[in-house]
């Protein structure tokens, strides 16, 4: 029998030539105006312009996706990046300190913003 | 100088004055830890709410303790007591199993079964090689002999697999064919494969064994300087009717086997019916030996039973209408229901101890961040003698328990709307798989986690703890901030916890004039839910304070209620799918899902029932015409204006996180009234898909007016009532401005009404219009 063996998921070739055409229309939808909004508002109702570009980088597979570690409550947070490999912690992405939760998700945002276009 | 850590639990999550709780801790970087017994009154730490607060008191057993190092055996497998050692064959041997493989290539040597020990190389096995090669083997110390397969074991798919020894030649075959039928295995019939593998070796010697060495399946014996015995090689899968015999069954033996035949008895020296044991009422942890010697194995870890088996049909959905087709045995690598570790220190409960929520504290080190532990419990009084009694839901503590969500569920940020907010306790979690897993949360292997228990520590059932995928308390350290209101407004009130309600039914609630829920009652068994509607059509004053309740079927057994069992189906919004055919409780046999699929909607009960979750913001509750009803002008007597909980600990709201709504067509009582309602939630907010069968565009919070929350009031029969409050945020907008807020007078009035002897304020009223109910 011609059997079956193992092979490359098709669908993750459909996924990537979906996501190759989804970041050329996100990158038209950054300007300074949505990352005004961001910074003014990062958490609730967004523009759709806004909600696209946070909807694709929500979504982004696990490893390597941007967490908030807390350095102490309420008061200074950091950036880390998730492994996305059962067991492995998250791996800190840099030093800086930021002030509040707003602050830390404007960062994030940022970097993501900052991936996309290059 | 090593970290300092400290974990704990207690064998007991709810115990009276006079009783004795059992303490367990292990600790890493000291051996010696200052314990006190302290009182928890709130334990949010959110800078508009009053803050982390305890009261210590006095106990017997404060002071410093001896700690140590602990060790924890995760993965559930089958272990045979075997005392006249009659399955450490010498000779000829078979070994067989149907098997059902979650994940071949695993990494590690995976252990079907046999009498092996991994660390003195001393037995004869069955296993699966790293590579996802069934592999057969026998040792004798200094070498060991092996028979590979040739085509790798499939994920997910049905095998009759089988090994033998003769003795007398030294000839050692594999057997491994596909057992695949049209419902049992991701693959059907189309699908080219080649399942087959029949290999024969010589072996140059026999095997020797170890008197010590236990019988085990989907995990073998091993040893660790330190630890001592534990078992390694854990298997991730499923295992149907395994045998063992003291001969070389033939081919055409083995094709007999493969096809549904009984084995022969030629031989036997064990063959274990998976299949033996279902009643009406579900099935132990006991795996029947129908062979000679009777010898059962005990399951570890709880291995998952009510699963489909290989001749799994497709026609019957649960095993009490065909036991013979649910001999799937599920086990996984990183299972845990109990640590079972050394006791550290037991506490007699004073008997002049008021009930409430108590905690052991420990501090080791420095004392801060892991250094510090709290080990909760729940104190009924010895009697109750309390107006109101707040319901510990300690069910959805269970479900909730050690949830993996910000690091292992791809969705939870496209759900939440945030970034996760990780602290030291969720990475320390997330790296030691001895904490285990909760419902929410899926075994390495991708199967859902059915079970969860809290004999083993739960990190976020502790004060202080924010749950870092939603960065809000959640649960146990929302629920606090009830306590904290009770006592601040100096509340005459008890605490019992969902599983005294399970184990005693009504008799734990009729006590009490007034009960108070928890802020997210999610998760309730058919006795729990029982006793709920018993104690309100009997006159019973009840206040569900929460949301997204009575939600999901679960199960305690009678003698555990420290596990819980919870299968994810149906048309709730779920952390994962429990198989076709496995959607019945092993525990007690009936149906799991949501109550509503069921034919018991929350709102039957309480007037209102889940429609919509969100995260990162919340809203306010406006004033409905109902509540300038001047029978019911009680209930918001004192408030001024239309607005209510613009303001709270999660998200600025007391209308939010997860929110509930009064339906007539899923059994809201018909006099029923919704004293306000909230609106203008964000498209974070989606409508569930109990309502909203079919998904569309236009059905999240700025879309649909039906995203948002109902807080409402009915009647019951013999002068009972309900008020529900529709909200997961409600209890946390009750602290902030001291607690002297709308949110905190509305429940107030409420709760003095109902504690209050005699009717309610607005029974004349209702006494003079009696076609109220029906006219509606
Ligand atoms: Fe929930």
């Known amino acids: 029998m011609n059997a079956v063996i193992d092979t490359q998921d098709r669908a993750e070739v459909r996924r990537l030539r979906y996501e190759t055409k989804q970041r050329a229309f996100l990158k038209t939808l950054v300007s300074p105006h949505v990352i005004e909004e961001h910074r003014r508002s990062p958490i609730g109702q967004h523009s759709e312009p806004l909600e696209r570009l946070l909807a694709y980088f929500r979504r982004r597979p696990l490893a390597g996706r941007y967490a908030i570690m807390v350095v102490k409550p309420f008061e200074a947070y950091r950036l880390v990046q998730l492994s996305g490999e059962r067991g492995v912690p998250p791996a800190p992405s840099d030093e800086t300190i930021y002030r509040s939760q707003a602050e830390a998700e404007h960062a994030i945002f940022l970097r993501n913003v900052q991936t996309l276009l290059t | ?776």
């Open chain 2, 1 to 776: 100088m090593a970290q300092v850590k400290l974990f704990g639990y207690a064998d007991k999550i709810s115990v009276k004055p006079g009783e004795v709780i059992q303490f367990y801790v292990n600790a890493d970087g000291t051996d010696a830890a200052d314990a006190q017994l302290v009182r928890l009154i709130h334990g949010d730490n959110h800078p508009d709410g009053p803050g982390f607060v305890e009261q210590e008191v006095p106990s017997a057993i404060d002071g410093i303790w001896r700690v140590e190092k602990q060790y924890t055996q995760i993965g559930s497998f089958l272990e045979v007591p075997d005392p006249q050692r009659r399955l450490a064959l010498g000779g000829s041997l078979t070994l067989f199993a149907f098997i059902h493989p979650l994940w071949p290539q695993v990494g590690h040597r995976q252990f079907l079964l046999g009498r092996w020990d991994n660390d003195k190389n001393v037995g004869f096995g069955l296993g699966i090689k790293p590579n996802g090669l069934l592999e057969f083997w026998v040792g004798r110390g200094d070498e060991v002999d092996y028979v590979e397969a040739e085509v790798p074991l499939r994920a997910n798919m049905w095998y009759f697999v089988a090994a033998s020894l003769d003795a007398a030649t030294g000839r050692a075959t594999l057997y491994q064919e596909g057992v695949v039928n049209r419902y049992n295995s991701v693959l059907g019939k189309v699908t080219p494969l080649d399942l087959r593998s029949h290999v024969a070796e010589s072996f140059r010697f026999r095997q020797k064994h170890l008197d010590d060495t236990p019988f085990l399946m989907a995990g073998s014996r091993d040893w660790h300087d330190r630890r001592g015995d534990f078992v390694s090689q854990l298997y991730c899968g499923k295992i149907d009717r395994p045998g063992l015999f003291d001969r070389v069954l033939s081919r055409a033996e083995l094709d007999a086997i493969r096809s549904g035949g009984v084995p022969p008895s030629d031989g036997m020296v064990a063959y274990w019916d998976t299949t033996d044991g279902y009643t009406d009422q579900g099935i132990g942890d006991v795996v029947t030996d129908i062979g000679p010697h009777k010898l059962h194995a005990n399951g570890y870890n709880r291995p998952v039973r009510a699963q489909t088996g290989w001749n799994w049909s497709g026609r019957n959905d649960c095993f009490r209408l065909a036991p013979e087709e649910y001999g799937g045995v599920e086990f996984h690598a990183d299972a845990l229901i109990d640590c079972k570790w050394k006791p550290t220190k037991a506490l007699l409960l004073a008997d002049d101890l008021r009930s409430g929520a108590y905690a052991i504290r420990l501090r080791g080190g420095g004392g801060t961040g892991l250094g510090e532990e709290y080990i909760p419990f729940f104190v009924r009084p010895k009697q109750p003698t309390g107006r109101i009694a707040f319901l510990i839901p300690t069910a959805s503590y269970l479900a909730y328990a050690n949830e993996h969500l910000s690091f292992d569920a791809p969705i939870v940020q496209g759900m939440s709307g945030m970034t996760p907010i990780l602290t030291d306790i969720d990475i320390e979690m997330y790296k030691n798989p001895e904490f285990g897993h909760g419902c929410y949360d899926s075994w390495a292997d991708g199967q859902g986690v059915c079970y969860s228990s809290y004999h083993r520590p739960v990190i976020n059932m502790r004060p202080k703890y924010r749950i870092s995928s939603m960065d809000i308390t959640w649960q146990y350290p929302a629920d606090l901030s009830v306590i904290a209101w009770l006592e601040h407004m100096q509340y005459d009130y008890d605490v019992l916890t969902d599983e005294d309600l399970d184990r005693e039914g009504v008799s734990a609630l009729s006590p009490y004039p007034c009960v108070l829920s928890g802020t997210h009652p999610e998760y309730y068994s058919e006795r729990m839910m029982d006793a709920t509607e018993d104690y309100i059509e009997g006159g019973g004053r009840y206040i569900y304070l929460g949301a997204n309740g009575y939600y999901w079927h679960v199960a305690f057994r009678d003698d555990e209620p420290w596990g819980l069992e919870c299968r994810k189906l149906g048309d709730g919004w779920k952390a994962w799918e429990a198989r076709p055919g496995e959607h019945y409780i092993g525990t007690t046999g009936q149906k799991g899902g949501p109550w509503k699929c069921l034919g018991r909607p929350p709102q039957k009960i309480m007037g209102v029932g889940f429609v919509s979750e969100g995260f990162g913001t919340s809203a306010p509750f406006e004033r409905m015409p109902d509540s300038y009803e001047p029978s019911l002008a009680w209930i918001t007597d004192g408030i001024e204006g239309d607005v209510i909980g613009d303001f709270g600990l999660s998200y600025g709201g007391a209308a939010g996180v997860e929110i509930d709504k009064y339906d007539l067509s899923l059994g809201t009582p018909p006099n029923t009234k919704v004293i306000a309602s909230s609106g203008g939630h964000t498209d974070n907010y989606l409508t569930h898909g109990q309502l909203q069968l079919h998904q569309h565009p236009g059905t999240s919070g700025s879309w649909d007016h039906r995203v948002g929350a109902d807080i409402t009031y009915f009647p019951a029969p013999n002068d009972g009532a309900v008020l529900s409050c529709s909200s997961i945020a409600f209890g946390q907008a009750l602290p902030v401005n001291g607690f002297d807020n709308n949110v905190s007078r509305l429940l107030a009035n409420v709760i003095n009404a109902f504690i209050k002897p005699g009717p309610l304020p607005d029974s004349s009223e209702r006494a003079a219009e009696p076609e109220d109910v029906l006219v509606t």
